[in-house]
């Protein structure tokens, strides 16, 4: 993974796309872009909240005034107007509460909610319009109902995303209306056609909002056009191949994760990318194919899944692995501490599962730590242990470009979890990977590691030449024979140590506590752990996929 593998931890992914795509030799799903998407539809109920509550503002404002200081005529359509004045006023502020609370009804009809919204509009400004027309012209005065209809058009404009198809029909209804607000008074009352033909001023007046107001439309539904193609712009630029990027979730010195979804599929994923400037790096570009190569070889459900490789536009190289909501098990002791034995022994068990594999492939990990092993849920099963970050993996016996990548002797893996043949340049085998994983069963036990230094090289002497520091002098209560487990993983000589990985596990499966930590009680210590940031990963990925229908 990237240089700061905690980051790497917080997977995630998944992706769509659109007429830009053909430019990156993709296809358009038919339907992708839909105004309905997982995307639109969180766009529509934020800026469909934002109008409402523009509107009643507005609306409130100008009822005010009309409720303290009695209108002067007592007129139907005055009186018409007013009460419909009051109950948009009070329907915008329902349904305004109810955008600003997530009601999920609402929600889920959000389109029917923006036709109400916009139908509501339309009949108070139709009934103010003719309403305030009638009066002014009993005193020989000519009212122009059109500013109120040109914000309307373009606040809907504006903040309702839309397809410009679309647009143009809501947009296309309220100029009709607008137009008939206009017009009416002339029809129907005498006072407004005497003023007419008095005034050659007023007809004109007349002709000209008619064509203004069509002028206006039709810029409104251009600029619709114009926001859709720059929204569709801007989400291509986030997409790499059928992935479109959702957000980061980690940076490092040689790349990043990004949150994401498939173009097709909708299936959440995250995609590790290396930087454009990093690709002329040859040996991070090595180690990065290296990593891919490698993963992609192993198929045990306790190791991370690569699901694609490639390379972008504009030089970027990226793979795309599962989503792993979760925490990884750095993150966990850092927020809750120590771990209980029991559910140490059932994490490090399936580890075990994944290096067995990887060993029988002739792959040595090298940078076995607790940010690289992550504590998932899968399939509604809590505590599957992943293991990830293979970055570092060398083929035992491996090539002498294997070694390359590792050249002039610099000490490959993490500093307080190597194994004292890393330390010493020597070349490590399967039982370096199982020294490291017995300084992470330390770690979860008790929160410390067996060399702790402000000094990374008395960190790295101490793997290298000194004997660790008993797991029991940490005051914890640790059964002994989960300690003499721990610590024979530590022995500075390979040969002391467990000869595989399969015989440390069956050693874990035969301590006391094997098979106490269940999968109950993994589902009980996710709710109440307060770990807020498992939760929220599940329910932003449920998100994705539910709106991706919404």
């Known amino acids: 993974m990237s240089d700061n593998p905690q980051n790497d931890a917080t997977l995630l992914m998944q992706t769509p796309t659109s007429e830009a795509a053909r430019h990156r030799g993709m296809r358009m799903l038919a339907g992708s872009e839909s105004d309905v998407s997982a995307h639109m539809s969180q766009l529509l109920a934020d800026r469909l909240r934002n109008m409402v509550l523009v ?35 009070l329907g915008l502020a329902v349904i305004g509460w109810r955008l600003c609370v997530r009601c999920k009804f609402v929600a889920g009809h959000l389109r029917l909610v923006e036709s109400i919204v916009v139908m509501m509009l339309a009949a108070q400004f139709l009934l103010s319009g003719v309403s305030e027309q ?13 500013p109120a209809w040109l914000l309307l058009i373009f606040v809907y404009a504006l903040y ?16 009709l209306l607008a137009e008939s607000t206009l017009w009416l008074p002339r029809l129907i009352d005498p006072h407004t ?12 007046m007349l002709v000209r909002e008619s064509v203004g107001l069509l002028f206006c439309a039709g810029v409104a539904i251009w600029g619709v056009r114009m926001i859709g193609n720059l929204r569709r712009r801007a989400q291509e630029a986030e997409q790499i191949g059928q992935y479109r990027l959702k957000r980061l979730l980690g940076r490092g010195g040689m790349g990043e994760v990004h949150l994401a979804e498939h173009v097709l599929l909708r299936r959440p994923c995250a995609i590790k990318l290396i930087k454009p400037e990093q690709s002329g790096n040859v040996e991070a570009l090595e180690r990065f194919e290296k990593e891919v190569r490698s993963t992609a070889r192993l198929t045990h459900w306790n190791t991370i899944e690569i699901f694609d490789y490639g390379q972008s536009d504009d ?3 990226y793979y795309v692995m599962e989503y792993l909501p979760g925490l990884n098990l750095q993150q966990i002791v850092e927020m809750n501490g120590p771990l209980p034995p029991e559910r140490v022994i059932h994490l490090l068990m399936q580890v075990c599962d994944a290096l067995a594999e990887a ?3 002739g792959l040595v990990h090298r940078d076995i730590k607790p ?19 293979f970055g570092l993996v060398r083929e035992h016996g491996g090539t002498t470009d294997d070694a390359g990548l590792t050249r002039q002797g610099l000490i490959t893996g993490s500093p307080l979890f190597i194994s004292p043949e890393q330390v010493l340049g020597e070349p490590p085998d399967s039982r370096s990977d199982l020294y490291s994983l017995g300084v992470v069963g330390y770690y979860l036990l008790t929160g410390h590691v067996p060399f702790e230094s402000s000094k990374a090289i008395e960190v790295l002497m101490g793997h290298a030449r000194e004997e660790p520091t008993p797991i029991e002098s940490h005051g914890i209560a640790i059964p002994q024979d989960l300690a003499q487990i721990v610590m024979r993983c530590l022995e500075k000589t390979p040969a002391a140590r467990y000869g595989s990985a399969l015989e440390l596990q069956v050693a874990l499966r035969h301590c006391e506590l094997s098979g106490v930590w269940t999968r109950e009680k993994a589902a009980l210590w996710w709710e109440a752990s307060g770990c807020p940031n498992k939760r929220a990963l599940d329910a932003e990925v449920m998100g994705l996929a539910d709106r991706a229908e919404t």
Not at 77 to 87: G, Q
Not at 160 to 171: D, F, L
């Open 193 to 204: 056609q005497e003023l007419l033909h008095r005034s050659a001023t007023a007809e004109m």
């Open 134 to 146: 009638l009066q002014t012209a009993e005193h020989g005065l000519m009212l122009n109902p059109i």
């Open 315 to 317: 030089g970027a190289f």
């Open 371 to 389: 940010a690289n092993i992550f504590a998932a849920s899968r399939g509604g099963v809590f505590d599957v242990a992943k293991l990830l970050d």
């Open 55 to 89: 509107f009643f503002v507005g609306l409130s404002a100008f009822l005010v005034p009309r409720l303290v200081v009695r209108e002067a005529s007592s007129s139907p359509w005055m009186a018409a107007s007013l009460a419909c004045h009051v109950l948009v006023t």
């Open 160 to 175: 309702v995303p839309n397809t410009w198809r679309r647009a143009a029909m809501t947009i296309g209804g309220m100029t």
């Open 359 to 361: 060993h029988d492939r």
